[in-house]
């Protein structure tokens, strides 16, 4: 019965972790098609050639052509390069910048924890997107102060969770007895509460990745973000809008490319916290 | 014989709920003290009271020598090379004691590197032939697991074993086999006997459970709402106890009776 057991178990694991590597490929894919988008498109994204301006996906053009007459499929896989990368790098800044704050402050206390967390209040208390618009409309336009808006904005969940899960971490009876190992307040941080929390972080910025790729096109379609003619799919989508009953595809082609990146991340998210569960590895002896 | 652990006077307070009331003991070289208490009575504070671990907010008065050094008023970076050499605790549960995500091995190694410098593969060969001498089954795995996969007594087993590879002039054990089942207690037991004959080690048991003191211990004293009610040899506590309270705990300790 128990080997039974074991085998069904072995099978699930099984299961489990190829399905985290074939989303983990995925992911790697489109990353590796965001860096190397330039050697991937069969066309030049930003030449224009009104004659062919609107042309239905199919035929030498793919995914048809936009109001200039510039191939789709080209752009789509040069925004990737700015859509994507610009939603990692951005959430790589923030979940360094919040779990680092939110550490200190759990581990700290005082005068830092307070001034950092009504700082975190203040950001929280406005709409999100909102005062991102008004950050972004501050700067002017352009991916990076947009990158920048949705920064100030995204970092205090970071602080949040990492100062939560902190102050749990440090009543827990192993800090105390790390303490009593030896370890300093900075080995406590590195060896114990940052691997510790680092499996909820993670996952939120996995999931944050395809939010931000939203954020980021939401800015750029309202028209803060991504500066003509740098193809992005968030101003992409906003070229087309005024098209989408007549010539669905311009919007369609770069909606369907920000839907299945953020679903990949989203997915990655999801097996990332499956896997960092290092209790479901196994039984008790 | 000069005492390897002396604690005068030592008051504990939150504020103004006051949790030990002037505590004074001492313990000699390799002997083993029961500090029997009910929930409550301030045992878990007195350890961590002597180890220096309790937080900013409490105020500490009185003084707790270790090895003939003053440890009262010593700074945690002033602490930190004599806790695990000179006076080591073993948690009530030990399994909450080691890091959940880092293999049990990992530990042991790291807090052995915070106080000797010693290689990885020597520290690993001691534990792993004190695993032996403790008759773990198949210490390779042990020593691979996390803590997670291991059971509460086997856990509390390794603290024990992470304790002696230290060699602590004083090991304090906090309720250190209140979550275990009886084999667990005994074995338990037993290996805290082997730490005091192997390091000559003074153990300071706290319990709720007379039955165990009364087994290990060679001095008892009693706590109650944080201050000493009876302090002594084990035998007199246990035959001619002084206190009413004393009394009163020894006459609740439950007979199982066969009629």
Known sequence: ?285 | MDEVLTCRDLQVRYGSQQILRGVSFSVAPGEILGIVGQSGSGKSTLLRALMGLLEPTASVTGEVFVAGRRWTGLGEKELRPLRGTEMGLIFQDAGASFCPIRTVGAQILESVAAHRREGREEVRRQALDLFQKLRFQDGQRVWNSYPFQLSGGMNQRLAIAAAMLLHPKVLLADEPTSALDVMGQKQVMEELAQLRKACGSAVILVTHDLRLAAALAENILVLREGAVVEYGPADRVLQAPQAEYTRAMLAAVPRIRRD
């Open chain 1, 1 to 285: 019965m128990r080997g039974k057991m074991d085998k069904i178990l072995q099978k699930r694991k099984t299961v489990k972790e190829i399905y985290f590597i074939a989303i983990l490929a995925l992911a790697i894919l489109v990353l590796l098609g965001a860096a190397f988008a330039q050697y991937l498109c069969p066309y030049d994204p930003n030449a224009q050639d009104l004659a062919l301006a609107l042309q239905p996906p199919g035929g030498e053009h793919l995914l048809g052509t936009d109001r200039y007459g510039r191939d789709m499929l080209s752009r789509i896989i040069v925004g990737a390069k700015v859509s994507v990368f610009s939603a990692l790098t951005l959430v790589a800044a923030v979940c360094a910048v919040g779990t680092a704050l939110g550490v200190l402050c759990g581990f700290c206390g005082g005068w830092l924890d307070e001034a950092v967390m009504r700082l975190c209040d203040m950001c929280l208390a406005f709409p999100g997107l909102v005062l991102a618009l008004a950050v972004a409309a501050l700067l002017g336009g352009g991916i990076e102060n947009a990158a920048i808006a949705l920064g100030v904005v995204s970092w205090p969940k970071y602080a949040r969770l990492a100062r939560g899960q902190t102050m749990t971490l440090k009543q827990e009876d192993f800090i105390a007895a790390a303490r009593l190992a030896g370890d300093s307040a900075g080995q406590l941080i590195r060896r114990h509460i940052l691997p510790n929390l680092a499996g909820p972080v993670l996952v939120m910025a996995a999931l944050d990745i395809g939010t931000m790729m939203m954020e980021l096109a939401g800015l750029s379609f309202l028209g803060l973000g991504a500066l003509p003619p740098t193809a992005e799919w968030g101003s992409m989508m906003s070229d087309g809008r005024t098209l989408f009953q007549t010539k669905p595809w311009v919007m369609l082609g770069p909606g369907a490319a920000i839907f299945l990146t953020v679903a990949v991340f989203n997915l990655l998210a999801d097996a990332l916290r499956d896997r960092l569960d290092i209790r479901s590895m196994g039984n008790e002896m």
